[in-house]
């Protein structure tokens, strides 16, 4: 499976952004697709996760409300909906494939494949 992630960038607080990941590769219905992030030098915090068989969804506390994961099974891409942008979410994220059951979605350890970082900064 590859990840192909898009779509970071410059932007002031409370602005919105999409990010876009393109996954190819083996046959992926079975995978959970996540958005990781990582500041500085911590390791990478879940953001979001989606099941690409049934379109389950799942947030960190810190975006719900903010940001929307979301799949297109035409053009296999998920999507990470940013919206109402602050200063904290700056990081570098990333999108990961896994095919772990789904209730360790949230661990960075149990996902396999992992796409390039897409860098997106928030001015306050």
């Known amino acids: 499976v590859q990840l192909q992630a898009s779509g970071g960038g410059a932007v002031q607080a409370g602005d919105s952004l999409r990010l876009s990941c393109k996954v190819s590769?083996?046959?992926?219905?079975?995978?959970?697709l996540g958005w990781f992030r990582r500041t500085l030098e911590k390791e990478r915090v879940f953001v979001a996760a989606i099941s690409w068989r049934d379109g389950g969804t799942y947030y960190s506390d810190s975006v719900k409300g903010r940001f929307t994961i979301s799949r297109d099974t035409a053009d296999n891409i998920v999507y990470l909906q940013m919206n109402s942008l602050e200063s904290e979410d700056t990081a570098v994220y990333y999108c990961?494939?896994?095919?772990?059951?789904?209730?360790?979605?949230?661990?960075?350890?149990?996902?396999?494949?992992w796409g390039q970082g897409t860098q997106v900064t928030v001015s306050s």
């Open positions: 590769g083996r046959p992926f219905s079975g995978y959970g």
């Open positions: 990961g494939a896994t095919t772990t059951i789904w209730g360790w979605v949230t661990q960075e350890n149990v996902y396999q494949y």
